[in-house]
């Protein structure tokens, strides 16, 4: 391989692995919110996931049980969320927002005693004769099983939404639940399974980082990318396979950032750190521009409180 | 079903006032089980938390200088939440305040005088309404969604003050510290009571608040606001702009929390660095939802969320526990304040439903 | 489909209802209610707005768990059932407010409530040959949104009728209909009645409960006030087995010739922002001083575009709207109601009024040109006192300026809205729906105070579904269909006939500004 392609396959696959975590976590939002509810505490779910998720790996020695613990972790934080909006009904909005403080919160206290401890990560899996293509091996066979986990649930989700009943009825409870109570769908418990399940998808998401993308647990080390998945499911116009064509070009964005420095141009890393939020805006500004657009994709009940009685 | 809630015909004005009070209560109940848990005499603990660091004149003033950036912060963003305009950018517009106006002393060193704090509070504040602006410019003019336009520009905001204090404005005489010179002694916010750090910013903070009030309670433009955020609908059939409630909500927390950045910089730490906020516009999302969206009730809510910065500080220091835990605390607060909400809107019933169904 | 047999009268009732009780905060809404619906009936439940038969409704379909009372299902207990049981049995809905999903398809839409609708494609083949059979046209494939009003509601009664129902229940079905499309409905119903399915069906219009239906249940005020067969009856023995009194008639006196313009609309035209809404296509339309015009039509027919053109929510080029002569389609609500327009919107709470404020707030909301604002900040004083005057000349019930406005019932937040406008003493008044959901007493009352305004010299624009409504307080109507409008024609001159033929979209537009029709 010429230094050249070397580099090239590098960026790449460094993509990649910046992707990933934004794609967990973007999926499950977007389940979420096509149930109808807005949950702006990814990223508080994410650091929950990822010191749970570490401290696991430690404890235990075995990364597979610290990615099970993160989605676990999610899992419980997010169905605090859950009976704070959904049995109690607080406001998302705010409720997103105190979760995202919660979770930096607790995640620092917690993780204290763990910065600097060092881990055996989760470690790229070769496939067997596949993985040995040059160039293409590299590309797409020699990666860390997550990344291969992203796309089955991508995949699966997709068809879900699609093409099952069950993702019928989700979807049909997010675009009016008015509609789905008075046929008889349980739109409280529909909602509780989907906000679980971003919850879970957020602790992957944090395990990603904290396991195999840095593996190590750095307070706050999300470092916005929940955020930036939020913006992602709108960029996405809610449909899951742009999801992923969203996450490899924030995932771009930031390795080329990396990429620059490295090859020893004048520029400081911290206006680079700015770009992908920079990119963010300039996305949501290009998708929001046109309110229809959004207005047709968006779940029309996303955010909207419902109590069955009233 | 266990809970069932009624929802209430008027909300009630009691438990309105109540509510912040009991969700206070349960966070003191759920600190005392986590410093049971962490093996701390819940007692000794709590006490070293919210008593010890304003046992003295000067850890009370400790408390106004740490109340000042929350409650600037917090009002604006009060009124902004009463519109239903969810900046939450406070912390990135309370940086750019502290880079415009902490810039100008820099740029005029060794030639001020005393116009030299005035321009310097305005500076803080229009850089802070500058960054406001933008989300309010892309919410008005792209649809674009303020919480994450607002929030993505934190970053970007703190990215910057990194970016000056690393290179071109750090200090020529600092050993490589990534920080600027120290100010000048009239870019310095005056002392208000001798042996303590009390400054300037308290004061402003005070106006702000009053200020505040006047607008929300009084003004014909409050009501305008609070049309826009409790029923968009109604607000366009009476021919309230929602438009301008954007622009004002940007523009005046943004101004606000630019003039707490500033309150900063020229008050206890005399320079710029890294971190000129340990998370006060955040804190102040808190501080705006205990006070009830409420001026008077952001001042006494910032003035508790000041007392858990210090709490924090005060545990590290005696007995050895992270600082982190001011930040489960806040959580653990702003998750009480609002599930207690419930109370004001809705009779919550135990048991089954009422309504037994048909034999 | 496998319907049962005409059943003689010695079967037991299809559904049987007793003592069926059901209470909410503050309102009883039935109370000991009995009913018997035979196989192969159809039976009217005659109320008005308010008289508990919407909560009744959903008990019988298992929305709302009733607190006391039994159901009986062909002779058997129906203990708590869930909406999916009650399909099951047989029972099928077609709600007043239609629970369709305006993202999704027909057949998409249909699956959703019937068990085993996984494959779409066998069932939009199911949809296509029942839709036939009861000449119900609807495509599968379609989305809901780019559906009229009366294709929605086919969409719904083919969901029932893919179940194979054997009682079906329609809640007020024929207010979004065109007399035509009533006809229509009312044949599909005979034919499924003659094939011994019970129809239970909710309305409050008496002509067509004398039309369709052999028996009646009437309802008032949550409990059952009469059981009659409504062949037998008049018109105006129902109303007073239904309000307990006559009904009550307006004053009305002919208004005066060639009073001052007060609105023109020259050419109206305006693309609709809701992507599902229809688009307003070169309407003209004059209201003069001390006339009042209705405008009737079937909901989702550009009425919304018009009603914001009106308010000023939406713009318009200046020349097209025009208010007391001087072009105002440019001009928001704010610099509209200076000229000296009032307006009361469809909706109640959240844009007539805010939930949540008080009522005194809510008097600022429309009141702020009036003196209730001096140098930016508000004067309390005069709002509570401005809302006390609405509250005491329109006897709202309430508990003073300072109840919010969500305390209070349909009816008496519409007298409190409406109350508001009239007494800014506007020159132009725009109403929509003015009387939809109030009971029969507020309506009349409504009615009157929109007519007095009208003697006083104020021109007045109604637009509403409700036809007898329009040809009681109207001087003129005209109708609006596909978002154009009809000439506005004399009251007296005109018909429900010839108004439902132009509903049904037989009409010329207006060429020119209508008042030449009244001349």
């Known amino acids: 391989m010429s230094p050249e392609v070397e580099t090239l396959v590098a960026i790449l696959v460094a993509t990649l692995r910046a992707g990933t975590p934004l794609v967990f976590a973007a999926l499950g939002e977007l389940v979420t919110e096509k149930s109808g509810v807005l949950n702006l505490g990814i990223e508080g779910m994410m650091l929950i996931g990822a010191v749970a998720g570490f401290i696991a790996t430690v404890l235990t020695g075995s990364p597979f049980a610290g990615v099970v613990f993160a989605m676990l972790a999610g899992t419980l934080v997010s169905l605090l969320f859950g009976v704070l909006t959904l049995t109690l009904l607080t406001n998302q909005v705010a409720t997103g927002l105190a979760l995202t403080i919660f979770g930096i919160g607790l995640s620092a206290f917690v993780g204290l005693g763990y910065i600097g401890t060092p881990i055996q990560g989760l470690q790229p899996l070769a496939v067997p004769l596949l993985g040995d293509i040059p160039v293409l091996g590299l590309l797409l066979f020699r990666h860390d099983p ?132 920079l990119a963010t805006i300039l996305v949501l500004v290009l998708i929001s521009r046109d309110a229809n657009r959004i207005r047709l994709n968006a779940p029309a009940a996303l955010g909207k409180p419902f109590h069955p009685d009233a | 079903m266990l809970l069932r809630l009624e929802p209430r015909a008027q909300a009630s004005r009691g438990l309105r006032i109540a509510a912040p009070l009991i969700a206070l209560a349960l966070t003191l109940g759920s600190g005392t089980v986590l410093f049971g848990a962490l093996g701390q005499n819940p007692i000794l603990a709590l006490h070293t938390f919210f008593i010890r660091p304003i046992d003295s004149l000067y850890g009370l003033s400790e408390l106004a200088i740490k109340a000042a950036p929350l409650a600037l912060c917090a009002v604006g963003l009060a009124i902004g939440f009463r519109g239903n305009v969810w900046n939450i950018g406070a912390e990135g517009q309370l940086t750019m305040g502290a880079i415009c106006g902490g810039g100008l002393a820099l740029a005029f ?100 608040v009053g200020l505040g009030w006047l607008l929300l309670s009084r003004s014909f433009t409050g009501f305008q606001i609070k049309v826009v955020g409790q029923a968009p609908a109604a607000a366009a059939y009476a021919g309230f702009s929602r438009g301008r409630v954007v622009w004002l909500s940007f523009l005046i927390g943004g101004g606000l929390a630019g003039i707490a950045g500033l309150g900063e910089v020229a008050g206890p730490m005399g320079q710029l660095n890294p971190t000129v906020s340990p998370g006060y516009g955040f804190a102040a999302i808190i501080c705006a939802f205990l006070g009830r969206l409420h001026p008077f009730g952001v001042l006494l809510a910032s003035l508790l969320l000041a007392l858990l910065f210090l709490g924090g500080e005060s545990l590290q220091m005696h007995l050895n526990l992270p600082l982190a835990i001011t930040g489960v605390f806040q959580g653990l607060l702003l998750f009480f304040v609002l599930a207690c909400d419930v109370f004001v809107r809705y009779r919550v019933r135990l048991g089954p439903a009422v309504a037994s169904p048909a034999p | 489909m496998a319907l049962p047999p005409k059943a003689t009268a010695a079967a037991p009732p299809r559904l049987e209802l007793r003592g069926i009780t059901k209470r909410y905060p503050g309102v009883l809404a039935n109370e000991g209610i009995d009913l018997a619906v035979r196989p192969g009936e159809i039976h009217a439940l005659l109320g008005e707005n308010g008289a508990g038969k919407s909560t009744l ?7 709302v768990k009733a607190d006391a009372g039994e159901m009986l299902w062909e002779g058997g207990p ?146 059952v006030s009469a059981d009659c067969d409504p062949r037998e009856e008049t018109p105006k023995s129902l109303a007073e087995m239904m ?137 309390v004083e005069r ?38 406008e ?11 729906y003015p009387t939809w959901g109030v009971d029969v007493g507020a309506a009349a009352q409504i009615r009157q105070a929109v007519i007095d305004l009208r003697d006083r010299g104020a021109g007045v624009l109604v637009v509403s579904e409700e036809l007898e409504e ?21 009251t007296r001159d005109t018909g429900v006939e010839e108004v439902g033929r132009w509903m049904a979209g037989m009409f010329a537009p207006a060429l020119d500004e209508g008042p030449q029709d009244a001349a």
């Open chain 3, 57 to 63: 409704v959903k008990i019988i379909y298992g929305v």
């Open chain 3, 422 to 432: 009239i007494l800014l003493e506007p020159s132009l008044l725009v109403l929509a």
């Open chain 3, 470 to 490: 329009l040809f009681e307080i109207s001087d003129r109507i005209a109708v609006i269909g596909k978002g154009r409008l009809s000439p506005a024609k004399r």
């Open chain 1, 146 to 277: 997550l990344v291969y986990l992203s796309l089955v649930l991508l995949a699966a989700v997709a068809w879900f939404l699609a093409r099952t009943r069950a993702g019928l009825v989700l979807r049909a409870v997010g675009e009016s639940h008015e509609a789905a109570h008075a046929i008889g769908y349980p739109v409280i418990a529909i909602r509780y399974l989907a906000v679980m399940f971003g919850g879970a998808m957020s602790g992957l998401a944090g395990a990603y980082l904290s396991l195999v993308y840095t593996p190590q647990w750095t307070e706050n080390m999300t470092a916005g990318r929940g955020w930036i998945a939020l913006a992602l499911v709108v960029f996405a116009t809610w449909r899951p396979a742009r999801v992923l064509l969203g996450a490899y070009l924030f995932g771009g964005i930031t390795i080329v950032g990396l990429h620059i420095q490295a090859a020893g141009f004048e520029a400081s890393s911290h206006l680079l750190a700015m770009l992908p939020y």
């Open chain 3, 243 to 379: 309000i307990g009194r006559e009904l009550p008639v307006c004053r009305h006196s002919e208004p005066p010739e060639g009073g001052a313009e007060r609105l023109v609309l020259d050419g109206l035209s305006l693309a609709s922002d809701d992507p599902f809404g229809t688009d307003l296509m070169d309407i003209r339309l004059t209201v003069r001083a001390g006339e009042i015009v209705g405008i009737a039509g079937v909901a989702g027919n550009g009425q919304n575009a018009l009603l914001a053109a009106l308010s000023g929510e939406r713009r318009a080029p200046p020349g097209q709207v025009r208010i007391g002569g001087r072009p105002a389609g440019h001009l928001g609500p704010r610099a509209r109601r200076a000229r000296g327009l009032a307006f009361v919107p469809e909706e109640r709470l959240g844009r007539g009024a805010v939930p949540g404020m008080s009522l005194a707030d809510n008097a600022l909301l429309t009141g702020y040109q009036k003196g209730m604002v001096r140098h930016g900040l508000v004067r």
């Open chain 2, 109 to 208: 060193y060794g030639v001020e005088g005393p116009w030299l704090l005035p321009l310097m509070v305005l500076a803080g504040g229009l850089g802070g309404m500058a960054w406001g602006a933008i989300p309010a410019l892309l919410k008005t003019r792209f649809n674009a969604n303020e919480i994450l336009t607002s929030l993505m520009l934190t970053y970007v905001a703190i990215q910057l003050l990194g970016y000056l204090v690393h290179g071109p404005w750090r200090d020529p005489e600092g050993y490589n510290f990534p920080e600027t010179r120290l100010f000048g002694e009239q870019a310095l916010l005056p002392v208000l009571l001798d042996g303590t750090r009390l400054h300037g910013g308290v004061v402003l903070a005070l106006i702000a």
């Open chain 3, 78 to 223: 129906l203990g708590s059932h869930t909406p999916a049981q009650a399909r099951h049995l047989g029972i099928g809905m077609v709600f007043q407010h239609f629970n369709l999903f305006d993202t999704l398809t027909v057949a998409e839409n249909i699956a959703l409530c019937i068990e085993g609708g996984g494959d779409l494609k066998a069932l939009a083949g199911r949809i296509a040959e029942v839709s036939g059979r009861y000449g119900l046209p609807i495509d599968p494939l379609r989305h809901v949104h780019g559906l009229s009003v009366g294709e929605r509601q086919r969409v719904e009664i083919v969901r029932c009728l893919l179940q194979d129902p054997k009682l079906l229940i329609m809640d007020e079905p024929t207010s979004v209909l065109t007399p035509l499309e009533v006809e229509k409905l009312f044949e599909t119903l005979r034919r499924l009645a003659g094939e011994g399915c019970s129809i239970l069906y909710i309305s409050h219009k008496l002509d067509e409960i004398r039309e369709l239906c052999q028996t009646a249940t009437v309802l008032r005020g949550g409990r």
């Open chain 3, 383 to 420: 709002t509570r006192a401005y809302a006390e005057r609405v509250v005491d000349a329109f006897k709202v019930v309430c508990a003073g300026s300072g109840s919010e406005a969500r305390s209070l019932s349909g009816g008496n937040l519409q007298k409190f809205i409406l109350g508001r």
